[in-house]
């Protein structure tokens, strides 16, 4: 199957103005395989020839027109002219601003001006300015021309439409000469010092497309080595004049020629090896081995591959291995381990030994230190442990330890209180840190303290005491050692104390009182007298009275956290016991939390005549609220429980209205025959003679009841209308309803005229 096939559409030959656009038109043959080849033009449909060529931006190109110049702005000496200058274009392309003709230039009336006495003889007609010179390819500006050079128009059209022709421009040696502000020419010798340009250039608007044609040239490299390949024929655009070879664009419109195919190189393929390409390296310096896969083989078909032994390829085979990144790698820093620090606290230094290394041989050697890069050099010192050494301090420990039994010797230390029995040996010690204990020295009351045979200062420091007594020992003992003081209280226990806390505290000794739930689990302390960890108990009093009876209010308790043995006891702070559990006991509570209410009633209302309950008697109501005294406001009825029953809101009072009556209605229609006796009859109910309201049953029981029926007589049939009150009385009268009184009276006109009919009826029998 034949057709035209088309390539795309160049670039059109000008942007504006009317240019030509061309593409490749080519007939081809499609095989049943899909595949296509170029054929001979005339194969093809010449009727269907897709066009080869077109029409381009046609539209009118920009284009700069000048107007005429003024007169001249001075009536002396030199001036200016100008004239308009506009760009006439269509849509958005726009004339080039370098090209724009000068709007001013310089001109001269001829006559010169004169300076008589002071009045210079000069009229302006416009504003003075400088000439622009001639325009070119480029703007020129008046600095540009303060030296000579060479100043260029613009190229005037191609002397051809088609092929080769030439253009021309005016080139001018030109200067700009301040004092006469003018631009004057000069010889081209005066602008010497530049190459003059050309002012004549080839040129070329398209080509002469007829005078090319497609030229065979030779044929192209087999496509393969072995097995048979294809060559195809070269083509190469000429010239018709001359035989030379341009572009093939030059042959865009030259009809083509039919390419000839042949079968090349259909000699079996030898064996030869496959050589994969080369993997990376091991190493990125110092010498590594890159590696590659080699295989003999030999094809026998197209795209089909005998794998063979390596023997039979020719010999010696390619190496599988190659040696890669042989240059030395660039030497690196390595360092050792820190030292110890050179402190234990406070701010020290630790150091380590930095060394150049590079890698030869495969192996690290050591190099200068020269050729490693300082830049990166790591750090050789670092300080070390910056925790801050401890302050020298006495230790003092916030501890109250009260004696219940006979202890030989009973331990304090700074910062205790000690409430002791008599006859007791006591010792006391200053502890403390980054001080010279030996150096302490105990001040009793204030005062230097005195040694005697029962109380001295021992070599370690301590305080000792034998036999302690009530009005010699107890007092305040001061430890001064460094310019640190700590004090350490001695009192003796009373025997009412004495009772009052073995009784409190043997509920807790024997298991009857058990405050440890209140922590999340048991807390271990150090004895000050045993030195072993005994567990704390947390005591408490009772919760104190509420402050308020209602409304909210508080109450409090004392917590202490203790060690308790059989002996003595040792207050500590009660932080000690919360320092391991997530829970405190609170100190405070709310209490009472209920509002002070009261049941506050409004005034009784009127005693109503609407409200009668009993002969002579109503009711009268008031509002009953239960009532929050914090805010004055009406609460739930609930909250006011508490106050017993609420006061009445409903009572009795005495009305004369209340007085009870039969009220009766009218009396109705005589119930009988026209002309004939009936009677009438009403309804009664009991009711309260102010507000005419029912009654309660019985009330008027007191009172005779009123007659119900009475006696009367229907008006004269004559007297009464005749006539019919319903639709339905013809029905009446032909069911033979008329007997009844009722039909009678409510159908009369029908009824009578049936009995008409009636009469009539029986005198015709007659």
Partial sequence: ???????????????????????????????????????????????????????????????????????????????????????????????????KPRTVKTCTTGVPCYDLAGDIQERKVGEFGGGDG??????????????????????????????????????????????LDDYVDLPDEDCSDEAKPAEKEVCMV??????????????????????????????????????MTVADS?????????????????????????????????????????????KCIQEYAQNSVLNLPDFMCAQPGPPFTTYCNDMDCPAHWTVGNWSMCSVTCGIGVQMRIPLCQRVQNSSLVNVSLSDCDVTVKPLTEMSCNLTACPQPKIKVNKLKLFQLNKIRTIRLSAGMEGHILPDTNIVIKCPNVGLDRQKVTWFKNGLKFRRSKRAKVARSGALRIRQAYPGRDDAVYSCLIGGLEANVTISFISSFELLQAKILREKYLNGKEDNHNVLNKTVYYKDPIDRKRKPLTLISTEWSRCSVTCGGGLQSRNISCELISSRYYAALPKEE????????????????????VEWQTGNWSECSDLDCVRYEYSIQRRSVDCVNLFNDTVTNSSWCTGLGFPPDSIRDCFNRNCSVKWLTSKWSECIADCGEKGIRVRSYKCVWSGSELPATFGSCDVIARPATTRTCKAKPCEDLECRDESENCPLVAQTALCDYPAYKRTCCKSCRNQSDIDNDTEEAKT
């Fill in 577 to 596: 016991c919360f320092r391991h559990s997530a829970v405190s006991p609170a100190l405070i509570q709310s209490c009472n939390v209920d509002p002070c």
């Fill in 1 to 99: 199957m034949f057709s035209w096939r088309v390539g795309p559409w160049q670039n059109c030959t000008r942007d504006c103005g009317g240019g030509i656009s061309w593409r490749i038109v080519t007939c081809v043959k499609t095989n049943e395989d899909d595949t296509q080849i170029l054929v001979r033009d005339s194969e093809c449909d010449e009727n269907k020839r897709p066009s080869s060529r077109k029409s381009c931006n046609g539209l009118m190109c920009p284009t700069w027109h000048a107007g005429e110049w003024s007169v001249c702005s001075v009536s002396c000496g030199k001036g200016v002219q100008r004239r308009e200058v506009v760009c006439r274009h269509v849509g958005d392309v726009f004339c080039h601003e370098v090209e």
């Fill in 250 to 294: 030059f042959c865009a419109e030259a009809p083509h020629v039919q390419v000839e195919r042949r079968v090349c190189n259909d000699r079996p393929c030898p064996q030869r090896w496959d050589l994969g390409a080369f993997g990376s390296c091991s190493k990125s310096c110092g010498g590594g081995v890159k590696s590659r896969a080699v």
């Fill in 206 to 243: 398209e080509p002469c497309y007829d005078q090319y044609h497609w030229v065979p040239v030779g044929m192209t490299a087999c496509s393969h080595t072995c097995l048979g390949g294809i060559q195809e024929t070269i083509f190469a655009c000429m010239s018709k004049v001359n035989q």
């Fill in 134 to 179: 001639i325009q070119g390819d480029q703007a020129i500006t008046k600095e540009d021309l303060y030296t000579p050079r060479f100043v260029t128009t613009t190229w005037d059209s191609c002397s051809a439409t088609c092929g080769e022709g030439v253009h021309f421009r005016y080139v001018r040696c030109q200067v700009f000469l301040r004092y």
